[in-house]
């Protein structure tokens, strides 16, 4: 499937300088703390069935005391405490060898706008009788709004085969890895910023079809100067925790990719100045130094996302179930449905609903914590170690 669209970066920037939030914590985490709930010496692969991690990432400020992370963790404990009480469920504490809240000094120094945070783990493990569907109904239920408002904190609850390690990461490029979105700073200068925009939050809701919204915010561009360009490039904004969560995974061995509705000319200076490894992007048409408004195709819509994230996958021979795929609008759903890991970054509500985990009180640094590395070293819970298991 080779297309205009698609262009590799043979050796890209990356930048190793980057300092890191937390590693990524080993998958073994999670496979100790099921095998010793369920008295085994070991769980070398863990299935659908073996019930659900638990990722409560709560926004810290920097002058917090350590007594307020233990008593935070207090309350939320009790919290999953009596709903597991209610529904006959058991859980365990899980505790990896990280310190949840980070040294002040490190994000006050840290360019990347990093979000100070606290962060505990649980294994929720089900009753033997509780079907599937009981189970996320009861999943549902479980809130935290009585002792946090709902923006201070990130409940990622998941099925424990999803805390398998990962390969290939794809990240759509709008409102993700930048904040803005290009073809509505493409339309101010133009004049037509509020027209456009106007269009695009409709498309991102799945209000609209990506396609023709495309066509018509593309045909409005007619005439813009290309002197522009290289302006709006200098104007675009990272994502705070973008560099930090890019550095991470290729330190774990990661492929990353950029797949995006917008255009190769700024997808290509995104992925240079995150050391993404290839983008996948829409030709912007040009002819005499001007923009003609018509639309190259094929349009990277949501359909043509999916496709480039199957045939990707099957280019490196890594199955789709070691895939994770980050995004914020309704033209991603399609990508996040094929990978195994979909995950909404402070998206339209179509988006949280139907993505596996949303990522809201963070910057994109709040991915991390949802990920997990190939543990090649001794395991965080050793056989001495043993949780308890409560309810």
């Known amino acids: 499937m080779t297309t205009s669209s698609q262009s590799i970066i043979p050796n890209p920037a990356i930048k190793n300088d980057f300092l890191q939030p937390t590693s990524l914590v ?5 496979q100790n703390a099921w095998a010793q709930s369920q008295q085994s010496q070991s769980i070398e692969k863990l299935e659908r069935q073996s ?24 309350e939320v404990s009790s919290v999953i405490s009596d709903w597991a009480k209610r529904h006959g469920w058991h859980y365990a504490d899980v505790e990896g060898e990280e310190h949840s809240k980070r040294d002040a000094d490190f ?8 979000t100070p ?16 569907t009981t189970a996320q109904d009861q999943l549902t239920n479980l809130t935290f709004n009585d002792i946090l408002a709902p923006e201070q904190y990130d409940c990622h609850i998941l099925p ?3 805390m398998q390690p990962h390969k290939l990461a794809f990240f759509d490029m709008d409102s993700t890895l930048i904040e803005q979105e290009v073809i509505v700073e493409l339309a101010k200068f133009a004049g037509i910023g509020e027209q456009v925009s106007e269009i695009t939050e409709s498309a991102m809701r799945g209000e609209i079809d990506f396609s023709e919204s495309f066509r018509r915010r593309v045909a409005l561009l007619k005439g813009l100067s290309t002197d522009v360009l290289d302006k709006i490039c200098g104007q675009l904004t990272l994502s705070a925790g973008a560099k930090t969560l890019l550095s991470t995974l290729k330190a774990n061995g990661y492929h990353t ?3 995006s509705g917008g255009f190769t000319y700024f997808a290509r200076h995104v992925a240079e ?27 990277v819509d949501g359909n043509r996302k999916a496709q480039i994230v199957k045939h990707r996958a099957n280019e490196f021979r890594i199955p789709l179930d ?3 795929c980050v995004g914020d609008g309704a033209n991603d759903l399609e990508m996040m449905d094929v990978a195994d890991l979909g995950i909404a970054y402070r998206a339209k509500p179509v988006v949280q609903e139907q993505a596996d985990t949303a990522v809201n009180v963070t910057g994109l640094d709040g991915v991390a914590y949802v990920l997990v590395n190939l543990d090649t070293h001794k395991p965080f819970i050793s056989k001495q170690t043993v949780i308890k298991i409560h309810g």
């Open 257 to 259: 990719v950029l797949v």
């Open 51 to 74: 019930g659900y991690a638990l990722i409560f990432v709560i926004h810290a400020n920097d002058a917090d005391e350590d007594w307020l992370e233990m008593t935070l963790k207090t």
């Open 273 to 299: 100045e995150l050391g993404i490894d290839e983008y996948h992007a829409n030709e912007l048409d040009i002819a005499d130094g001007q923009v003609t408004g018509k639309v190259v195709m094929p349009i």
């Open 322 to 324: 070691e895939v994770v």
């Open 160 to 162: 424990l085969s999803k």
């Open 26 to 30: 080993p998958a073994r985490l999670w």
């Open 117 to 132: 945070v606290y962060v505990f783990r649980y294994l929720l493990i089900e009753p033997d009788t509780c079907k599937e």
């Open 107 to 114: 994000f006050n120094n840290h360019d990347d706008n990093l």
